[in-house]
């Protein structure tokens, strides 16, 4: 029989090693949870990700006294916007458009504040960050190599906005050969619709994309 602990998750519980096991914190940047950020810009309630920070937090501690391999991921841009590409620049009223100076510095512009990471959720000294310019993480950045590195071969994904960022990484992870746990109550979107209709395409068809789970189930396969 396989020796390894399961994870509880839907469609099914699956075998869990902690070694080959990231967990990978996607975009709780203030941009996007804080009012006069990007989100906000948007028009949309951020008080809807508010939700998702205290089990990330449960889901970091955990991780780390685990020894996982902590990813953070934040979405932004280059100050002189050479890695937006045009039809991402074009989108949004004139105020909420990526560059603009907002309340919290330049939006989704590195080096800014509104780009950081919340402070609940700050990674520690030596926790990669990958900085991504585009909505899935591995698109233009150093994950994969980071992973393969490390011989990671699953994926714990939490983070914002559960539709967009977090569906855009784990359907290129998955096209990769990861498999994904997303982390339902640590996920957030500004369309509540939206939170649970992206999980359920996720488990949906056997787990066409990957698994869901919750930080409490989580943490139990850890502890
Ligand atoms: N991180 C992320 O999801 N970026 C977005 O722009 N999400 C929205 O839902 N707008």
């Known amino acids: 029989p396989d020796p390894r602990p399961l994870l509880e998750a839907e469609p099914s519980p699956l075998p869990f090693d902690p070694a080959g096991t990231a967990l ?7 941009d996007f949870l ?3 950020g990007f989100g906000e810009s948007l028009g949309n309630d951020v008080s809807l990700l508010a939700a998702a920070v205290p089990p990330t937090r449960a889901l970091l501690a955990a991780a780390r006294g685990a020894g996982l ?3 953070h991921t934040r979405e932004g841009h280059a100050p002189d916007l050479s890695d937006a590409p045009p039809a991402k620049l074009e989108r949004g009223a004139p105020t909420a458009r990526i560059g603009e100076p907002g309340p919290m510095g330049r939006i989704l512009i590195r080096g800014e504040p509104g780009h950081d990471i919340v402070p609940e959720l700050a990674p520690l000294d030596g926790e990669p960050v990958i900085d991504k310019p585009g909505k899935g993480a591995f698109y233009a950045t150093g994950l994969a190599a980071l992973l393969e590195a490390r011989g990671i071969e699953t994926l714990i994904v939490c983070g914002v906005t559960t539709e967009v960022c977090v569906h855009t990484t784990v359907r290129e992870a998955n096209d990769r050969g990861y498999r994904c746990v997303v982390v339902a109550d640590a996920c957030g979107s500004y369309i509540p619709a939206f939170h649970e209709a992206g999980l359920a395409m996720i488990k949906a068809q056997g787990g066409i994309f990957g698994w869901v789970s919750r930080s409490a189930a989580v943490i139990a396969a850890l502890g």
């Open 24 to 30: 990978v914190v996607i975009d709780m940047q203030r």
């Open 34 to 36: 804080e009012p006069g």
């Open 69 to 71: 391999l902590v990813v």
